[in-house]
Nanobody, 115 residues
């Protein structure tokens, strides 16, 4: 069925930047709309961005203008560039298909925004 692995998280100060990567194994990636999701402590998982197979991305209002995303289908990878991070961006970030996240969830990568 394939696997998803997220990486690139860490601790950053408010206003800082991070670049996350999603790597997929198996034929699960290139033909599908992929999404970036996040789950903050005590909150439900939410969709951050939808990335079309050809790379066009749509972002949730709370990150629009600060986050960008790209994908390389031939390498089964997708990235999320996060700029001007704030404390509300603290969460574990995941990738999966969207609108239906039917793949097994990966481990996620934790982002902590703190001074």
């Amino acid at each position: 069925q394939g696997q998803l692995v997220e990486s690139g998280g860490g601790r950053v100060q408010p206003g800082g930047s991070l670049r996350l990567t999603c790597a997929a194994t198996g034929n699960i990636f290139s033909e599908y709309i992929m999404g970036w999701y996040r789950q903050a402590p005590g909150k439900q998982r939410e969709l951050v961005a939808s990335v079309m197979p050809r790379g066009i991305a749509n972002f949730a209002a709370f990150v629009r203008g600060r986050f960008t995303s790209s994908r390389v289908n031939a390498e089964n990878t997708m990235s999320l560039q996060m700029n001007n991070l704030g404390s509300s961006d603290t969460a574990t970030y995941y990738c999966n298909r969207t609108p239906d996240p039917t793949l097994p969830w990966g481990p996620g990568t934790q982002v902590i925004v703190s001074s």
